[in-house]
């Protein structure tokens, strides 16, 4: 079984693609995460490779599944019916694990067999089949998909104030790099703000509060 596996990334478009060959994703706002179970053994990569599996141990071992499996999703928290990054820090930051929330959306590698080179509809077919196999229940959700025209995803995304959405080509392998075979198309809102405050950590600044 691999170690980390650097992840694949999605390019930035302005407009989402459509046709039989893409599915689309709502796109989490929160931390990508790579779990790898092998037995009892649970690891929790972050997307730069640290192992965090103690601060998402709720996740990692609700990821209740007899042999090997390497996993790629999105840790969030939900506030308000959307995930929210800030949420999920203050989370983090307390060491609270209550509120975390896993959405798987790819499996790169099962039982000894790397999928890295299946189709990506191929390997979230296998993805649904392993968690609805194995009965897993919150905090492991299945990232569910959208087939077709990615911009009415989007428009709905819009509208829910969501982060955007992640199209992806169906037939394509799973390559670490930053590849066109995933776009992300974000709802991009401006509006201006006041700052009235902010939080510092050791790298400078971690965020800014905002009057509106």
Request: no cysteine; glycine share 8%; hydrophobic share 40%.
């Amino acid at each position: 079984m691999p170690g980390f596996i650097s992840p694949q990334l999605a390019t930035l478009k302005l407009k989402a693609p459509s046709g039989a060959q893409w599915i689309h994703e709502v796109k989490y706002d929160g931390y990508r995460i790579q779990l790898h179970i092998d037995g009892d053994s649970r690891k929790a990569f972050t997307r730069n490779g640290h192992n965090w599996v103690d601060k998402f141990s709720v996740i990692a071992g609700a990821f209740d599944i007899e042999g090997q499996a390497i996993v790629d999703g999105e840790v969030v928290v939900i506030h308000e019916e959307r995930t929210n990054f800030s949420e999920l820090q203050a989370d983090l930051g307390r060491g609270d694990q209550d509120r975390l929330v896993f959405f798987a959306f790819d499996l790169l590698w099962l039982d000894g067999v790397d999928l890295r080179k299946h189709a990506q509809l191929a390997r979230k077919e296998l993805l649904k089949q392993l968690i609805d196999e194995s009965r897993l229940e919150a905090p492991i959700f299945y990232s569910e998909h959208h087939e077709g025209d990615g911009q009415a995803l989007f428009e709905a995304a819009s509208k829910l104030n969501y982060e955007g959405i992640v199209s992806k080509r169906v037939d394509a392998p799973y390559r670490s790099d930053r590849v066109e075979a995933w776009q992300k198309i974000k709802t991009v809102q401006r509006e201006k703000f006041p700052v009235v405050g902010f939080v510092k950590d050791p790298s400078g600044v971690a965020a800014l509060y905002l009057g509106k």
